[in-house]
């Protein structure tokens, strides 16, 4: 089985009521993994990536949605850094700054950085991954939205080592 199938394989288990991983949002600090610094923070890119588009509050918030989105993806750390460093991680930003004008998005602006960053993470997982994604980037559609994006970014890591 490669990874695809096995990311396959855990949604549909997850579907049944099958044991899965736990995915808590807030994670064990002993079990954190290292985060690791954002890599377009300095490029002159603007908005691109997670950092960007968090602006003054990148500081606080890179540490809490790495940790949050490893822990919830099971992902390595260098996916989960990609992902936020990539135009998913941007538009992941964007939401939870509540930048966009559906209001369901606006309210997360009274909300507190922490608890903006785990609701996104609970919207980005209840979404799925459609027909249109699977047939262009290959995640299996149907897979959480959050655990598709950073999946794909484990597997470009994968790939590229071997």
């Known amino acids: 089985m490669n990874i695809r199938e096995d990311l396959a394989f855990e949604h549909v288990k997850a579907d049944v009521g099958l044991e899965t991983e736990s995915t808590a949002l807030t994670p ?35 540490p809490l949605a790495f940790s949050a989105i490893a822990q ?19 538009r992941f930003a964007r939401h939870v700054r509540g930048l966009r004008d559906d209001a369901l998005y606006r309210m997360h602006s009274r909300m507190s950085l922490s608890d903006a960053i785990d609701r996104m993470i609970e919207d980005w997982t209840e979404m799925k991954i459609d027909a249109e994604t699977e047939a262009y980037y290959g995640i299996p559609c149907d897979l959480p939205y959050l655990k598709g994006w950073v999946w794909h970014y484990e597997i470009e890591l994968e790939n590229q080592a071997g």
């Open 28 to 62: 064990d600090p002993a079990a954190l993994p290292v985060v690791p610094a954002a890599q377009n923070r300095t490029r002159g890119w603007g908005e691109r990536g997670f950092w960007g588009a968090m602006k003054d509050q990148a500081e606080v918030a890179w």
């Open 72 to 90: 919830t993806t099971g992902a390595s750390s260098e996916a989960a850094r990609r992902f936020l460093d990539s135009r998913h991680g941007c």
